[in-house]
């Protein structure tokens, strides 16, 4: 077990509402690695719990707090409590996120309205409520975007839409906030191993096989490559980014989405 004693983001504070599995559990844990007070934000208090008692096994810092990102009233309180409690927020991840393979015809407007309520409302809702708390100079929000934002994919219309609103929301944020001193940036994993949206893809190691080949890299990434991304862009060593959309998905947006599309149904 790896102990957390890196002091990158010593003194910071890091909200990151999704953050109690898959890809943000990993970005939470290596942001505490890296010194930084945690505070996870999720709708299950099981589930936030047995995060903020890993990280802390680990020897970081964290605590939970459970809100619905779609309520802003909910986010607004975490995000007060947490600047109560720590005085001011220097980072936020906005990773709370919806998804479900489905054609639009067989979605209904309430299935496809969850989507963009959890990924444009949420991303809206935690960067609004916690604006009037974050450092500044030197603020930063990081926002988890998707390859759908921009390749169109079948199945995906709900995802595509809420993904692109998610970038736009990146772009327009650090129009707004840049002379404050807050950067705004999207994080675009690509496929990446050990997630639960990979283990639907591909059920089977041939199944893998055959999407890793639409991959320039041949491979999949991991969850801590995308970590170390983040934790990249909310350091000081980004103090000069900001507004832009970084991909991590092995070059697979290169090739648009049809290679992907026929290897996952098998054409």
């Known amino acids: 077990m790896k102990v957390f004693h890196d002091n990158l983001l010593a003194g910071k504070v890091a909200v990151v509402t999704g953050g109690t599995s898959g890809i943000c559990l990993t970005v939470a844990e290596r942001l505490a690695e890296h010194g930084a007070q945690l505070v996870l934000v999720g709708?299950?208090?099981?589930?936030?719990?047995?995060?903020?008692?890993?990280?802390?096994?680990?020897?970081?810092?964290?605590?939970?707090f459970s809100a619905d990102v779609r309520d802003y009233a909910a986010v607004e309180n975490v995000m007060k409590q947490t600047a109560g409690k720590f005085k001011a927020i220097d980072i936020v991840v906005c990773g709370a996120a919806g998804n479900f393979p489905a054609p639009a015809i067989g979605m209904s407007a309430n299935a496809f309205k969850?989507?963009?309520?959890?990924?444009?409302?949420?991303?809206?809702?935690?960067?609004?409520?916690?604006?009037?708390?974050?450092?500044?100079?030197?603020?930063?929000?990081?926002?988890?975007?998707a390859p759908q934002s921009l390749n169109p994919m079948a199945f995906q219309s709900h995802v595509c839409a809420a993904k692109a609103g998610v970038d736009m929301i990146t772009k327009t944020l650090a129009i707004e906030w840049g002379p404050t001193g807050?950067?705004?940036?999207?994080v675009t994993p690509g496929?990446?191993?050990?997630?639960?949206?990979?283990?639907?893809?591909?059920?089977?190691?041939?199944?893998?096989?055959?999407?890793k080949q639409t991959i320039p890299l041949r491979r999949f990434g991991t969850?801590?490559?995308?970590?170390?991304?983040?934790?990249?862009?909310?350091?000081?060593?980004?103090?000069?980014?900001?507004?832009?959309?970084?991909?991590?998905?092995?070059?697979q947006a290169l090739m648009g989405s049809r290679p992907f599309m026929d290897a996952i149904l098998g054409n």
């Open 43 to 64: 709708r299950k208090q099981e589930k936030l719990d047995a995060a903020v008692a890993g990280i802390i096994a680990k020897g970081g810092k964290a605590i939970g």
């Open 114 to 145: 969850a989507v963009i309520d959890i990924d444009i409302l949420g991303t809206f809702n935690a960067s609004r409520a916690a604006y009037e708390f974050l450092r500044k100079p030197g603020a930063s929000v990081i926002n988890i975007g």
């Open 182 to 186: 807050v950067r705004v940036n999207t």
């Open 191 to 211: 496929p990446t191993e050990d997630t639960e949206g990979m283990r639907r893809l591909s059920p089977s190691a041939e199944a893998g096989e055959r999407l």
């Open 223 to 251: 969850k801590n490559e995308i970590a170390d991304l983040v934790l990249f862009l909310c350091s000081d060593a980004a103090q000069y980014i900001t507004g832009g959309i970084y991909l991590c998905d092995g070059g």
